[in-house]
DNA sequence: ATACTTATGTAAAGCTTGTGTAAATGTTCC
DNA sequence: GGAACATTTACACAAGCTTTACATAAGTAT
């Protein structure tokens, strides 16, 4: 497995440092921020993080704004910690976004444990590695700079159609429904006689087909697309 | 977003029916087991959660080994209660493959918090990767690709013949009427001389046969159908 | 047993509905 | 305004669900 990138934004240098002394041998790549402003530039502008450890009491920008901010544009999970462990700000934390919740002082193992719960369950998922070019028989799909290769020829998608072809191809081997295509590429619901999906869907095949057979994605009738792999 | 359906184990009677109600009118499905063994069976073998709530201290089988088992065959996500609070035991359980933990006496609305946290999360990948395969002698069935595997050879299922045969699977060794069938897979009550379940039940028995003996669905006249299980 | 009745198995025909795709229409951004 | 893209419209087609029809098997009555 991939070393783990995490993002550490807390003000108290002392404390980061005791952290990163914990964490670091156990195979993570740890970045650090001391301010809320900082934090959330480095989790919104630069590299992907696999986890971010949030601290609520900042100076300036608090940890409940940064994580609003945050979730406007990403979905990467959030680690809070605090020394307020009172209910109301948990609870108020993991409303807004939060995947989990710790009050300082913790038991380093319990944080360990926790970081390791949220990550283990991130790497079951295919969009985990949402950032990573991903290769399947003769296709490569770099998102980093939203290329598609196939058989060796550069392919001209729209954005939509990139959209499509890599959440299909994320679940390679796997249903995906019209409905959740259409929430989370065009971000709404499937209405009757909505045919959208279906042109994105026909287009990418109009355009994969002129490089590669056979045809990659498959359809199930009155359920949803597959896209397969034949290795 | 569809009702989440969550399992709950635990032994004490008015711990659970207290939790019920108060979860109930948020919008989740509950279903109760009071023992570990019942517990395991149901998170294995029945329809899919989309989260376990598991109590550690249960008579014969503790959480832990429930836990143990179930990770064996199944990712479900699980969020552990438990009266004994101390670190040892939540590291232990994180460790083992629990989602969260969560020590009682909880606050009622963290629970709430947390169980929308995981759930929020699992969201994020399309439904249908989450669910359950079900394997009965050598028929193995994937709701997640709509793919039925029988000794070895993909079979080609419609919709309706995989909806037919997935309620039959589940209900292995269990006579299913033909208006349950009806009902839950067409969506309305069986009339007289309709004949499209016998037709769908026919065809799927046509599909198994060619690679697998002996007969799977029994039928029982006047009443419905069987899965049979050899083992 | 024998005849009668009723439910089931299944081939084939009919019908409905989802899908593929070209073309027209909207929308957005320079 | 025009280029690029998304969406809607329109229609042909095909998948697959349902009905029909008849043969057969199971149950019931005599």
């Known amino acids: ?11 108290d240098i002392e404390f980061t440092d005791l952290l990163i002394q ?28 696999d986890l971010i450890l949030l601290d609520v ?11 609003k901010r945050l979730r406007l544009s990403h979905h990467t999970p959030v680690l809070m910690l605090t020394a307020k462990g009172d209910d109301f700000d948990k609870i108020f934390g993991l409303e807004m976004g939060a995947d989990d919740y710790l009050p300082k002082p913790f038991n380093h193992r319990e944080l360990s444990a926790r970081i390791k719960a949220i990550v283990r369950r991130m790497d079951m998922l295919p969009s985990s590695s949402v950032h990573q070019t991903l ?23 729209t954005g939509t159609e990139f959209a499509i072809l890599h959440l299909l191809m994320l679940n390679h081997g796997n249903l995906v429904s019209k409905n959740d295509l ?50």
Do not use: W
């Open 1 to 11: 497995m991939k070393t783990k990138q995490l993002l550490l934004i807390d003000d």
């Open 57 to 67: 009491m900042l100076p300036q920008m608090d940890g409940f704004e940064v994580l």
């Open 182 to 231: 259409s929430e989370k590429v065009l971000g709404r619901k499937l209405l009757a006689f909505d045919r959208s999906i279906d042109m994105h869907v026909s287009n990418i095949r109009r355009k994969l087909v002129q490089h590669s057979q056979p045809e990659k994605i498959k359809t199930h009738r009155g359920a949803g697309y597959i896209y397969m792999v034949y290795k």
């Open 22 to 49: 914990y964490l670091s041998p156990q195979g993570y790549q740890i970045d650090v921020s001391h301010t809320g402003v900082c934090g959330l530039q480095k989790a919104t502008n630069s590299k992907h993080y």
């Open 135 to 157: 290769t399947l028989d003769d296709v490569v799909m770099s998102p980093s700079n939203q290329s598609v290769i196939c058989a060796g020829k550069a392919l001209e998608l």
